[in-house]
């Protein structure tokens, strides 16, 4: 069998990790691309550190599509920004030359219920071409997997609470940005917090315009209510700046955070559904001083009630593993954007990934639809939107 050849776009920080894993796990790095200037021209050794010399240096972002047209390629990792409207052209990309592709992008996880537009553009070309696009990382595991996997020993679920909390420092400056570190208070209310004080109506109409920005856990509770079977009735964010207590240097910023200044965000996210259950998922992201560290809680309240507590993960090295360990998964899934909770839980892979690759047809109801997609009505119609023609 032939080892997976896979191209890396975005070689920043995420690249380091996702790059060296890729090698590890016995597939291949056969190109690598980037927007910025002192990367470009640079051997991929260079980027992953060490002394040894791969033969693959980066390349323009703009020669992508004429790289997957004319080279083999298996998938491409996408790790650069975490809005779907910010990765859509590398993935439009993919999907026009009918590659397989895998982003780290928050919104990315399950984009249908922030920006259904672009989701469907992106999914409607990668059908056309056969391949599958899919968001992974840290938020596929720890705020997705394991929650459902805790679900399932729950006998009766009344609510799901979760926090997660992560350094913008280890993700580069647009993601700092977005999270509103550096800016005043006044600053943060009128660019970040302003755009959730909205009806849901106006909610409604910016998603589907394409223009809503969701935090991390928006898309998060929609993918565990797919996953789960519940039905949203609504759902809710807002977001909270952190304030510094004293001043904090920031490197990704290029600048220090003046005491009372903001460090960056907490997001709210509150979703009711029609069964009842009630998911309040919370995700803080800010320039951490030297007394704060990551930390992953999640609680369901119910018969029984189960509390987990993750301190300290080491969020970009599980981000990074997470989407390596998903490519065999993805290779094998059906064409489109494929979200992962139609997939099976991301598992170790202990060989290389190759020796993985199971068709997902095997797990298929005659209707073309996976056995866990809860697609199916009262009458037993078939409603779901990852069915295949």
């Given at each position: ?32 691309f980037d927007i910025n200037p002192d990367i470009i021209g640079k051997d991929i050794g260079e980027i992953i550190g060490g002394s040894k010399k791969y033969k693959v240096v980066v390349q323009d972002a703009k020669n992508l599509e004429n ?32 590659v397989n592709a895998i982003t780290t992008c928050e919104e990315g996880f399950f984009p249908q219920n922030s920006n259904p537009k672009l989701f469907k553009k992106i999914n409607d070309l990668a059908e056309e071409n056969e391949c599958t ?236 639809c996976h056995h866990h997609c809860h697609c199916h009505d009262e009458e037993g119609s078939c409603n779901c939107e990852n069915k295949k023609n």
């Amino acid at each position: 069998m032939e080892k997976i050849n896979v191209v890396q776009y975005g070689c920043g920080k995420m690249s380091v990790y996702t790059m060296r894993y890729v090698f590890e796990k016995g597939a291949k790095v056969v190109g690598a691309f980037d927007i910025n200037p002192d990367i470009i021209g640079k051997d991929i050794g260079e980027i992953i550190g060490g002394s040894k010399k791969y033969k693959v240096v980066v390349q323009d972002a703009k020669n992508l599509e004429n790289f997957l047209m004319t080279n083999s390629v298996d998938i491409v990792i996408v790790t650069t920004m975490s809005l779907l409207c910010d990765v859509s052209d590398a993935l439009l990309i993919c999907a026009k030359c009918g590659v397989n592709a895998i982003t780290t992008c928050e919104e990315g996880f399950f984009p249908q219920n922030s920006n259904p537009k672009l989701f469907k553009k992106i999914n409607d070309l990668a059908e056309e071409n056969e391949c599958t696009i899919c968001g992974s990382g840290y938020q596929d595991v720890f705020w997705g997997n394991l929650i459902s996997v805790l679900a399932g020993a729950t006998h009766k679920i009344t609510k799901i609470k979760g926090k997660s909390s992560y350094n913008v420092e280890d993700y580069g400056i647009a993601l700092a940005k977005a999270h509103g570190a550096g800016l005043s208070t006044a600053e943060f209310d009128k660019q970040v917090a302003s755009a959730d004080r909205i009806s849901d109506a106006e909610r409604k109409k910016l998603i589907n315009s394409g223009k809503y920005v969701p935090s991390y856990m928006w898309n998060v509770n929609g993918w565990l209510c797919s996953k789960l079977g519940l039905t949203v009735k609504s759902q809710t964010q807002e977001c909270v700046p952190q304030i510094a207590n004293k001043a904090i240097k920031s490197t990704t910023l290029g600048m220090t955070i003046p005491k009372g200044a903001c460090t960056g965000m907490s997001a709210v996210v509150t979703t009711t559904t029609k069964e009842g259950i009630v998911l309040e998922s919370e995700c803080i992201g800010k320039v951490y001083d030297s007394n704060d560290f990551d930390c992953n809680d999640w609680t369901i309240e119910g018969e029984p009630n189960t509390r987990v507590v993750i301190e300290r993960p080491a969020t970009v090295e599980l981000t990074c593993a997470s989407v390596v360990n998903r490519i065999p998964e993805v290779l094998m899934a059906p064409a489109g954007y494929f979200t992962t909770e139609y997939m099976p839980e991301n598992f170790y892979k202990q060989e290389s990934l190759e020796k993985y690759l199971i068709d997902f047809e095997a797990d298929e109801d005659d209707c073309g639809c996976h056995h866990h997609c809860h697609c199916h009505d009262e009458e037993g119609s078939c409603n779901c939107e990852n069915k295949k023609n």
